[in-house]
C-alpha cells in the first residue's frame, strides 16, 4: 500500500508540474506578443519616415519616383517582349508541318520498234533527267529481244521521265505507279532515335562516375545496345530518304522477232564424225536395253528352241 500511495503522489505532481509549465510559457508569449508593435503602428512608423524625407528632400524624392516607374515600366515592356517572343516560336510551331514522305514506284512492260535505238534514247533521258541506271539486264531469244532496267532519278521529275520513256512504246502491255506515304512511320524512328540518344547521354554520365570494374561492364554493354540501336534507326532513316528522295522505275521493253532457229555450234567434218559415233552408240544402249524389257520373251522363245531341237534329233534316229 505504501508503494502504490507513493506512486499516486509521483504522478500528481507530475501533472501539476506540466501544467505550471505550460503556464509559464503562455505568459512570456504574452508579454512578448505585448512588447511587439502591431503591423498598422509598423506601417505608421514607415509612413512617417517616407513623409519626413519627402519634405526634407522633395526634388531628389520625385525625381527617385519618377526613375523607380520608369525602371519598373521598363522592365514591364521588356517582359512582356520575351513573353512575345517566347509565344511566336510556339506559334509557328504550331503552323509547321510535318514534310510529307512519300516513296514512288512505276513498273511498265512495253513493246518497242527496235530495241537497240530504244535502250539508247532512254539512257539519253535518264542522264539529262539527272538519273541513273542501276542495273540492266538483256536477253534474245529465237522470237525476241528483251532489256530489262532498274532506273533511279530524283522525285520531282518523276512523272515527266515516265512519260517521256513511254514515248519510246509502240504497245503498252502494263503500267503501274505505287506512291507509299511513309511520313508515319518516319516521324516515329526520329522521335525513336532522339529517345536513344538521350539515354546514350545518360550512361556516359553514368560511365565518368563509375568506379568498380563490374560497374563499368554493365555500363558499356547498355552503352553497346543503346549504339547498336541508334545505328539502326539511323540506317533506316537513311534508307526512307534515299527511297524518297530517289523514285524508282522497272523498265521492261522487248522486240519481236521472226522466228529464227539457233545456228549449230558447229558442222565440220569431225564434228559430223564425232555426232556420228554418238548417235551409234545411243543406238547400241537402246538395244541393250529394249533386250532387258524383253527378257521373258526371251526365255520363253529359248525354252521352245531346246525342245523343238530335241524332237528332231529324236525323230532322225527313228
Known amino acids: 500500500m505504501k508503494k502504490l500511495f507513493v506512486i499516486v503522489i509521483?504522478?500528481?505532481?507530475?501533472?501539476?508540474?506540466?501544467?505550471?509549465?505550460?503556464?509559464?510559457?503562455?505568459?512570456?508569449?504574452?508579454?512578448?506578443?505585448?512588447?511587439k508593435p502591431t503591423e498598422g503602428e509598423s506601417e505608421a512608423k514607415k509612413e512617417q519616415v517616407s513623409n519626413s524625407e519627402?519634405?526634407?528632400?522633395?526634388?531628389?524624392?520625385?525625381?527617385?519616383?519618377?526613375?523607380?516607374?520608369?525602371?519598373?515600366?521598363?522592365?514591364?515592356?521588356?517582359?512582356?517582349?520575351?513573353?512575345?517572343?517566347?509565344k511566336v516560336p510556339a506559334e509557328q510551331k504550331k503552323s509547321e508541318k510535318i514534310p510529307s514522305k512519300i516513296i514512288k514506284t512505276a513498273d511498265a512492260t512495253f513493246q518497242v520498234k527496235n530495241c537497240d535505238d530504244s535502250r539508247k534514247a532512254i539512257i539519253d533521258i535518264v542522264n539529262k533527267n539527272g538519273g541513273y541506271v542501276s542495273s540492266e539486264n538483256q536477253t534474245n531469244n529465237n522470237y525476241q529481244i528483251e532489256n530489262t532496267m532498274i532506273i533511279r532519278m530524283k522525285s520531282d521529275g518523276f512523272d515527266n521521265m515516265l512519260d517521256l520513256i513511254l514515248k519510246q512504246s509502240i504497245y503498252t502491255e502494263s503500267k503501274k505507279i505505287i506512291a507509299d506515304d511513309v511520313t508515319a512511320d518516319y516521324v516515329d524512328i526520329q522521335a525513336r532515335l532522339q529517345s536513344k540518344k538521350e539515354v546514350e547521354k545518360q550512361y556516359a554520365e553514368i560511365l565518368k562516375k563509375a568506379f568498380t570494374i563490374y560497374d563499368i561492364l554493365q555500363v558499356e554493354q547498355q552503352l553497346r545496345q543503346i549504339r547498336e540501336e541508334i545505328d539502326a534507326f539511323e540506317g533506316r532513316l537513311k534508307y526512307y530518304d534515299d527511297r524518297v528522295d530517289y523514285s524508282t522505275i522497272n523498265l521492261r521493253f522487248y522486240e519481236k522477232l521472226d522466228y529464227t532457229?539457233?545456228?549449230?555450234?558447229?558442222?565440220?567434218?569431225?564434228?559430223?564424225?564425232?555426232?556420228?559415233?554418238?548417235?551409234?552408240w545411243h543406238i547400241i544402249l537402246t538395244f541393250v536395253i529394249g533386250l532387258v524389257y524383253l527378257w521373258p520373251f526371251l526365255i520363253a522363245i529359248g525354252v521352245g528352241l531346246f525342245f523343238l531341237i530335241r524332237y528332231i534329233k529324236r525323230g532322225r534316229k527313228n
Not at 501533472?15 to 508579454?31: K, L, P, Y
Not at 526634388?59 to 517582359?79: H, L, R, V, W
Request: aromatic fraction near 10%; glycine fraction near 8%; hydrophobic fraction near 35%.
Open 261 to 280: 532457229p539457233s545456228p549449230a555450234a558447229n558442222s565440220g567434218f569431225f564434228y559430223k564424225i564425232g555426232k556420228a559415233f554418238n548417235g551409234g
Open 10 to 35: 509521483a504522478i500528481v505532481f507530475m501533472i501539476m508540474g506540466t501544467f505550471v509549465f505550460q503556464a509559464c510559457q503562455s505568459r512570456s508569449a504574452d508579454e512578448k506578443n505585448i512588447n
Open 54 to 86: 519627402i519634405s526634407s528632400t522633395p526634388g531628389q524624392t520625385s525625381t527617385n519616383f519618377e526613375e523607380k516607374n520608369a525602371g519598373a515600366s521598363d522592365k514591364n515592356t521588356a517582359t512582356n517582349q520575351s513573353r512575345a517572343d517566347d
